[in-house]
């Protein structure tokens, strides 16, 4: 490997550091270990399965562009595998960096979601076509009690219309 020409600042995380690491310092700690190991992004990111977008948001620095808490530690061992460095030391130097941080910084802002109010007219709406649903649907489940006729009964008892003694003769 060559020998870098100038000065070379000290990494956040060597001891004897004087500020404690932040974000930006620890994604310049990323992109110097990948490339101290002659690899680019796109390789990174195919050895540890990550898209580059992901490995980019890693080494940004930017808070803004990393990936939620519960993928990041995830993404950083899959980052760590793949460039050749131990996952739990990775794993280490990004807590200490959280550390750092304030509660409000250590989580990227959430967007705080739109109140949606529901329109009275369409509340009436869905009440009124799931009243109708139920009544068709108890309407058809509803079967006429079958008629009990009495054999001993004539017709005419019953309350038929049709009567055989008040019928025509029929003629051949």
């Not at 580059?52 to 808490?69: C, D, H, N």
């Not at 009124?128 to 017709?155: G, H």
């Amino acid at each position: 490997m060559a020998e870098r020409e100038g000065p070379v600042a000290p990494s956040p995380f060597e001891e004897g550091a004087e500020a404690p690491p932040d974000v930006a310092s620890f994604g310049r700690w990323l992109e110097r270990e990948r490339e101290l190991r002659g690899l680019d992004r796109e390789e990174v990111g195919r050895r540890a399965k990550l898209g580059t977008g992901i490995v980019e948001a890693l080494e940004s620095g930017e808070l803004a562009r990393m990936p939620p808490r519960a993928y990041l530690l995830g993404y950083l061992r899959a980052w760590a595998g793949a460039a050749g460095l131990d996952p739990d030391e990775v794993v280490l130097r990004w807590q200490e960096v959280e550390g750092g941080l304030g509660a409000a910084e250590a989580e990227a802002p959430a967007r705080p979601r739109p109140r949606r109010s529901l329109d009275p007219r369409l509340l009436v709406a869905v009440l009124l076509a799931a009243a109708a649903l139920a009544l068709v649907l108890f309407a058809s489940t509803r079967r006429p009690a079958p008629l009990k006729l009495d054999p001993t009964r004539t017709p005419g008892e019953r309350g038929s219309y049709y009567q055989p003694e008040a019928a025509p003769p029929v003629t051949r």
